[in-house]
């Protein structure tokens, strides 16, 4: 019996003191060392701390972190008393878990972003909860171009299926993508869509007149009218879900529910994409040039022949008749670890 007793304690020991010295282990990969060293910021092209609205802020620099980089915040706000900021988050991706790196990223600046002095923070985070800021001063400059158009991404809940979605739902805590426009369809803001590969973003479409009113809703104010009109997002090759051999690939799938007058939109034929949900998929990961098109068709049955599996089609102005009456350019990054 007390030998029995004696194995059981030595086992019991045993256990014991390999979990305290799993746990030193586990403490030792964070270790309590110095905070993150930021090295000379470079704010703006040849550091100038200066920038466009509309345009992309030039960063670049050097981070050291003994505990490792757990996340890298950036600040925009602007001084004297002025209420408008943006900002912008890495928390995975290349720069997260490495002791050192050299972050050179290109920010993307609203076009509507006030003339006049801003203050700039930079803040890098460690594994150990250690943290650094970089701060300066940043004045942005007024915009050369108006905004006639932007797209706003916002990620959402769901599951892909085939050629479309189930179970769509808002996310809290989300914070909206937009590229900014001219009338021209060149990008102005946010030309580098950053997404999520195995994300599903709900796409909205959105025109302004002169006066920076929306009328993006004059395409859909009645099914008479919205007859006419079909959103196609073109370039790229993606591999669509249907076709993916993974159930990784890419859906576009236009999706209004009601018209301006208040009735319903029936079926996938009827939707037009002024607003749409889209994910990229894992199979068509890396940077792609594409273009937001919205197509006016010559004739209103037209619209009744594109099917969910058309809107990447390269020759779809051919098959159907009509004009791009919008066309908007930008690069789409599908890339793990992006926001």
Request: glycine share 10%; proline share 2%; charged share 25%.
């Amino acid at each position: 019996m007390k030998t029995r007793n004696i194995r059981f304690f030595f086992l019991l020991s045993t256990i014991l003191l390999g979990f305290l010295s799993s746990c030193k282990k586990d403490n030792e990969e964070i270790p309590a060392l110095a905070k993150p060293q930021i090295g000379t910021l470079e704010i703006g092209s040849g550091n100038n701390k200066t920038v466009k609205a509309g345009s992309d802020l030039h960063l670049e620099g050097d981070i050291v972190a003994e505990a490792l980089i757990a996340k890298i915040e950036i600040e925009v706000h602007q001084e004297g008393g002025g209420q408008y900021k943006f900002t912008k988050a890495y928390t995975d991706g290349k720069y997260i878990g490495v002791k050192n790196a050299t972050f050179h990223e290109h920010i993307d600046v609203p076009a509507d972003a006030p003339a006049g002095a801003y203050h700039f923070h930079f803040t890098v985070t460690d594994k150990a909860g250690n943290a650094t800021t970089a701060e300066s001063p940043l004045t942005i400059q007024g915009s050369d171009a108006k905004v006639a158009y932007k797209l706003v991404f916002t990620e959402v809940a769901g599951e892909a299926h085939g050629d479309h979605f189930h179970d769509l739902a808002e996310k809290e805590k989300v914070e909206p993508i937009a590229i900014s426009f001219d009338e021209k369809g060149t990008a102005l803001a946010g030309g580098h869509a950053h997404l999520n590969p195995a994300g599903i973003y709900k796409i909205e479409l959105k025109q302004f007149d002169a006066s920076s009113k929306e009328i993006q809703g004059q395409y859909i104010s009645n099914k008479a009218t919205a007859d006419y009109y079909k959103a196609f997002l073109t370039g790229g090759s993606f591999v669509l879900n249907p076709n993916s051999s993974t159930g990784n690939g890419a859906i576009f799938q236009t999706k209004e529910t009601t018209y301006g007058d208040g009735s319903a939109v029936n079926g996938a034929t009827e939707t037009t994409g002024i607003i749409t949900y889209f994910t990229a998929g894992k199979d068509n990961e890396g940077e792609k040039n594409v273009f937001f098109v919205l197509r006016k068709f010559n004739d209103a049955s037209t619209k009744s022949k594109v099917t969910r599996t058309d809107w990447n089609l390269s020759d779809y102005a051919t098959k159907f008749a009509g004009q791009d009456l919008i066309k908007l350019s930008f690069e789409l990054h599908a890339e793990e670890g992006e926001d």
